[in-house]
């Protein structure tokens, strides 16, 4: 069998930013300065260093990044009173709320609070609800840098069967609809699915959601599967045995390297097509 094709994503990563920066350039000849607001509500060590990689990416850029952090005993109410607040602002394009909050918080109410304008991350209904019907503007991050990767290496994904193992709001389940809309034939698994091994062993395109360290092992992978490794645990370590895996695999993103940098080359990608998208409107 030929070597596997290790997808490197800071690569994939690096494509989309200098993109991005062009288009940055552009809107400051306009006056115009992109920005992206991320709220952390506690103090997750994990989601304070998300955030904080979030925010220097921005920088980075030349976009803006306006980060609160919001004590752990914040109300729903409070937090809405936040996002309300950065719905109003003029100079805010995307917001983004680092997932979890504390478990007191309403997280979904929160979520639906956030302008579908400035939903970055795809995560109101309606925002979630337009990509999964193949128009949303602003897909969630992690699966649209998933899509990215396999664009980028120009992996076929139409008439592929894919093995989606996952189905939060965030990840699993939108993943698995920007496959169906390239014509992918999609198994969704999750807690409750019997015989997990059987249908990963079937997938041509495996995407690992699960949030459990080297779960996906060797002898569950059809020899030439394409394998997309979302997790990202303690100690850097992905959902995929990557150990096990690669020799089977045709193609597999590392953890560390793989899809992370390109869900935070999303993210600034898709602050910097809201701050486009605005000044278009704008100019109407
Ligand atoms: P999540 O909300 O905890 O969802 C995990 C999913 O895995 C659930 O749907 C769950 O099924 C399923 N699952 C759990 N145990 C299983 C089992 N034994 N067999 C089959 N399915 C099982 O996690 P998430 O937010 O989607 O994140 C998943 C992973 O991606 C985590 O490692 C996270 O750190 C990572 N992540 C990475 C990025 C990035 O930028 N790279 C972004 C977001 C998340 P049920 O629905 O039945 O409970």
Redesign the pocket.
Same mark, same amino acid.
């Given at each position: 069998m030929d070597q596997p094709l290790i997808l490197d994503g800071l690569r994939v990563a690096e494509d989309i930013k200098r993109k991005v920066k062009e288009k940055v350039a552009g809107l400051k000849e306009k006056g115009i300065v992109p920005c992206l607001a991320t709220i952390l509500v506690g103090d997750d060590p994990?989601s304070a260093t998300?955030v904080r990689m979030k925010g220097n990416a921005c920088r980075k850029l030349g976009i803006e990044s306006i980060r609160i952090h919001l004590p752990k005993e914040t109300t729903t109410e409070e937090l809405l009173a936040t996002i309300h607040e950065l719905n109003d602002r003029d100079d805010v394009h995307g917001i983004l709320l680092q $997932? #979890?909050v504390p478990s007191h918080i309403d997280e979904r109410k929160a979520f639906e609070a956030i302008h579908i304008d400035k939903d970055v991350d795809g995560v109101t209904s309606l925002g979630y609800g337009q990509s999964a019907f193949g128009f949303g503007l602003y897909p969630s %991050?992690?699966p649209a840098?998933i899509l990215s990767i396999m664009d980028y290496y120009q992996l076929p994904i139409a008439g592929k069967h894919a093995v989606v /193992? !996952?189905?939060? #709001?965030?990840?699993?389940?939108p993943v698995s609809q920007l496959l169906l809309n390239r014509n992918a034939t999609v198994t969704i %698994? $999750?807690?409750?699915?019997q015989n997990?091994e059987h249908h990963v062993k079937q997938a041509d395109i495996v995407v690992?959601?699960?949030?459990? #360290?080297r779960?996906v092992q060797g002898d569950w992978i059809k020899p030439g599967a394409v394998i997309l490794d979302?997790?990202?645990?303690k100690g850097n370590i !992905?959902?995929v045995d990557y150990d096990a895996c690669v020799a089977k695999s045709g193609a597999i993103t590392p953890?560390p390297g793989?899809?992370?940098p390109?869900? /935070?080359a999303t993210l600034v990608k898709h602050t910097v097509e809201a701050a486009e998208r605005k000044a278009t409107l704008q100019a109407q």
């Amino acid at each position: 069998m030929d070597q596997p094709l290790i997808l490197d994503g800071l690569r994939v990563a690096e494509d989309i930013k200098r993109k991005v920066k062009e288009k940055v350039a552009g809107l400051k000849e306009k006056g115009i300065v992109p920005c992206l607001a991320t709220i952390l509500v506690g103090d997750d060590p994990s989601s304070a260093t998300y955030v904080r990689m979030k925010g220097n990416a921005c920088r980075k850029l030349g976009i803006e990044s306006i980060r609160i952090h919001l004590p752990k005993e914040t109300t729903t109410e409070e937090l809405l009173a936040t996002i309300h607040e950065l719905n109003d602002r003029d100079d805010v394009h995307g917001i983004l709320l680092q $997932h #979890p909050v504390p478990s007191h918080i309403d997280e979904r109410k929160a979520f639906e609070a956030i302008h579908i304008d400035k939903d970055v991350d795809g995560v109101t209904s309606l925002g979630y609800g337009q990509s999964a019907f193949g128009f949303g503007l602003y897909p969630s %991050c992690t699966p649209a840098a998933i899509l990215s990767i396999m664009d980028y290496y120009q992996l076929p994904i139409a008439g592929k069967h894919a093995v989606v /193992i !996952g189905r939060s #709001p965030i990840l699993g389940k939108p993943v698995s609809q920007l496959l169906l809309n390239r014509n992918a034939t999609v198994t969704i %698994c $999750h807690s409750y699915t019997q015989n997990l091994e059987h249908h990963v062993k079937q997938a041509d395109i495996v995407v690992a959601a699960v949030g459990k #360290p080297r779960f996906v092992q060797g002898d569950w992978i059809k020899p030439g599967a394409v394998i997309l490794d979302a997790g990202y645990n303690k100690g850097n370590i !992905g959902d995929v045995d990557y150990d096990a895996c690669v020799a089977k695999s045709g193609a597999i993103t590392p953890v560390p390297g793989g899809v992370g940098p390109v869900t /935070i080359a999303t993210l600034v990608k898709h602050t910097v097509e809201a701050a486009e998208r605005k000044a278009t409107l704008q100019a109407q």
